[in-house]
């Protein structure tokens, strides 16, 4: 391992030396943003509708995600309790072994002994280092900046508006992961390849769509390298090192270098363990910097529990408010569907290629845990966060809502506008004093987890277009690590715009993907759900 690092680390050199030269970024950026404000608008490509416009990308996220929740019988509340019981691993038996070979070893009491052998598991990591997987890479600054964007822009209603994203979200992640399980590939060393790509591609040709799914698969992939260098990659050590050089009040001109090189040497370390070692490394931190968000969240909702109705009822007022400074209802609905859609990733594809890697032999079962995730991730981090910041405008008057402009919000008494995690900062702070320097620690930890997960997300993505040889491994966390540095390094507006879109992008083949085979996930299902009634 240390060769290896060592290795990727003198590759980097001559990138570091590059991005010290000074205006580099500002040359970048100035060239790039003309196609990344293209590649934006086509993306977001909008239709008239009752007087809005509304990109065909939500609508598509919405209409979908509202299918599988009503076809499926609302999974994200039936299947709640049974999603907790299989991560704390109650069914893990049949998972492992199968259905046939727990009922032949299986006492006359119905016991299940220890004694089966594991030599016939599939898979690499567990249900719950799964879902710590997957949860890292959408768990992070979208639910601490993104949110207070959204209130900004939307008000708070823009909040009820992600609750809903967040509640119908589970269904489509129900689907894209049992898809994601059912069409992986396991190769003779037992590692898995897995994620939209090979349920595009594998799935589309079992249901006579083999050309469709090649060219749908191919895109996916394409897309998701480039998301991964990007939204997954470079914006994550740039916001890393933006909080870090602003709350130490760090200076000179290779400071973001420094930063850069830190973060790549410990993703390096991380990345070249592959999916055993993210999953070992996620299962830690997740919980923990998950725990420490939702604890300060709660302190500061008990220390304002007499303005919770308040809040509350601004929630629901403003998701259904005609306000023509928010963009009216339609407005408030789109922004809070579309800071959702980001923060959550469901419809994208992106966490089924973490899914598909755990153990089991019944694509459901993580299908079933997958669900769990808008759930923790939008219902409630982002309705926490909601819940902090407008306590804070309650009291303060920081900002007058709808006076947000791209990923910032404009103070009222300066008139500047400060980004959306300044914002968060300044909300916690105001009540738990210091927390600032906690919420960078977590931001670090956000920013570090995203970045290991989404290096799986590329690098299978890279191997499904250029194939699973070590040439091809090494180049790509060759890559992805000097996306580590640059984005540390620079302010790379038009590249993050690029790949914030990609990650939204995304959408366009996996949706249409989930849309054709959603009745193979039915079959798994049921498949699942009659084995645990067989045993349990």
């Known amino acids: 391992m240390k060769y290896k690092l060592l ?22 950026n100035d060239a790039f943003m003309p196609f990344a404000t293209w590649w934006e608008a086509t993306v977001l490509t909008s239709v008239p509708i009752a007087g809005y416009n509304i990109p065909i990308v939500l609508i598509l996220l919405i209409a979908g995600a509202t299918f599988f929740t009503i076809y499926f019988k609302f999974p994200g509340i039936t299947k709640f309790p049974l999603a907790i019981n299989v991560v704390r691993g109650k069914y893990e038996e049949i998972e492992k072994y199968g259905l046939e070979k727990v009922q032949l070893h299986m006492t006359d009491d119905g016991d299940i002994p220890d004694t089966i052998r594991d030599e016939s598991e599939e898979g690499e990591v567990s249900h719950f280092q799964a879902l710590a997987t997957a949860v890292s890479g959408t768990v992070g600054l979208g639910n601490i900046a993104g949110v207070a964007v959204a209130i900004a822009l939307g008000g708070p209603g823009a909040t009820f508006w992600m609750i809903v994203c967040g509640l119908i979200g589970m269904s489509t992640k129900f689907v894209e992961c049992t898809l994601g399980v059912k069409y992986r590939d396991v190769g003779p060393d037992g590692t898995v390849y897995g994620g939209p790509m090979y ?21 996916f992939a394409v897309l998701c390298v480039g998301a991964s ?66 604890l300060a969240s709660l302190v500061i909702i008990f220390a304002n529990i007499k303005y919770i109705g308040d809040a509350f009822g601004m929630i629901f007022s403003g998701a259904f408010s005609p306000d023509a400074a928010l963009g009216g209802v339609i407005g408030v609905i789109i922004v809070g569907f579309q800071r959702a859609a980001f923060s959550n990733e469901a419809g994208a594809g992106s966490a089924a290629i973490a899914h598909s890697a755990v153990k089991t032999r019944y694509p459901a079962s993580e299908g ?12 409630v981090i982002c309705t926490m966060t909601a819940l902090v910041i407008i306590f804070f405008n309650m009291d303060a008057g920081a900002f007058e809502y709808g006076n947000g402009v791209g990923s910032t919000v404009m103070l009222n008494e300066t008139g ?31 920013a570090f987890s995203t970045m290991i997960s989404w290096s799986y997300y590329g690098l299978q993505s890279w191997k499904y277009l250029f194939g699973r040889g070590k040439t091809a491994d090494i180049a790509y966390k060759v890559l992805f690590l000097m996306f580590v540095v640059i984005g540390a390094a620079a302010t790379l507006d038009a590249v993050i715009k690029f790949s914030d879109a990609m990650i939204l992008a995304l959408v366009f083949p996996n949706m249409i993907g989930l849309l054709i085979l959603f009745p193979k996930v039915k079959k798994s299902l049921v498949r699942y759900l009659n084995a645990i009634k067989e045993v349990y």
């Open 7 to 28: 290795t990727l680390l003198t590759l980097l050199i001559p990138f570091l030396t590059i991005a010290q030269e000074k205006g580099l970024d500002e040359i970048v």
């Open 199 to 219: 349920y595009l591609s594998r799935g589309l040709s079992e249901s006579n769509f083999k050309i469709l799914g090649k060219i749908l698969a191919g895109v």
């Open 229 to 294: 260098f990007g939204g997954g990659n470079a914006f994550q050590s740039n916001q890393a090192a933006v909080q870090l050089t602003s709350m130490f009040n760090l200076e000179g001109g290779a400071t973001g270098v420094i930063i850069g090189v830190i973060l790549a040497i410990l993703v390096g370390i991380v990345i070249i363990g592959g999916i055993k070692k993210i999953a070992s490394v996620t299962e830690k931190i997740v919980p923990f910097m998950a725990g420490i968000y939702v």
């Open 368 to 379: 079933i845990v997958a669900l769990l995730e808008p759930f923790i991730d939008t219902v």
């Open 416 to 446: 500047a506008y400060i980004g959306g995690v300044d914002l968060t900062s300044m909300a916690y702070d105001s009540v738990i004093p210091g927390f600032r320097y906690v919420l960078t620690i977590a931001i670090i930890l956000f």
